[in-house]
């Protein structure tokens, strides 16, 4: 049984930093695509970062320079280092794995796998 567990949201003020964890069980992350998305109440859950079984990543625009996604084969886990948060940053963040090996990574109908969500929430 897979099961993606994330840790690490909570409060902060703007400008400051968070780091998000993801522990995974039921599946070896180095030959999945680990993801984070993110979704705040009313919009869609969209791609914040994902890190492919070569090891290669990619961010959305609205987040590049900011974060950075990494992960741990030994712990078997994935984080989001998140640097000057921003108001619009507060969502829920979801981390998601997916096994396929497709271009279109940052869709979210390719993954398979879900956490719980972990909040995050700036303030001004």
């Known amino acids: 049984q897979v099961q993606l567990v994330e840790s690490g949201g909570g409060r902060v003020q703007a400008g400051g930093s968070l780091r998000l964890s993801c522990a995974a069980s039921g599946l070896t992350i180095s030959r999945y695509t680990m993801a984070w998305f993110r979704q705040a109440p009313g919009k869609e859950r969209d791609v914040v970062a994902y890190?492919?079984?070569?090891?290669?990543?990619y961010y959305a625009d609205f987040v590049k320079g900011r974060l950075a996604i990494s992960r741990d084969n030994a712990k078997n886990t994935v984080y989001l280092q998140m640097n000057s948060l921003k108001t619009e940053d507060t969502a829920v963040y979801y981390c998601?794995?997916?096994?396929?090996?497709?271009?279109?990574?940052?869709?979210?109908?390719?993954?398979?796998?879900w956490g719980q969500g972990t909040q995050v929430t700036v303030s001004s």
């Open positions: 890190i492919s079984w070569s090891g290669g990543t």
């Open positions: 998601a794995a997916t096994g396929t090996r497709s271009a279109r990574l940052s869709n979210r109908d390719l993954y398979n796998y």
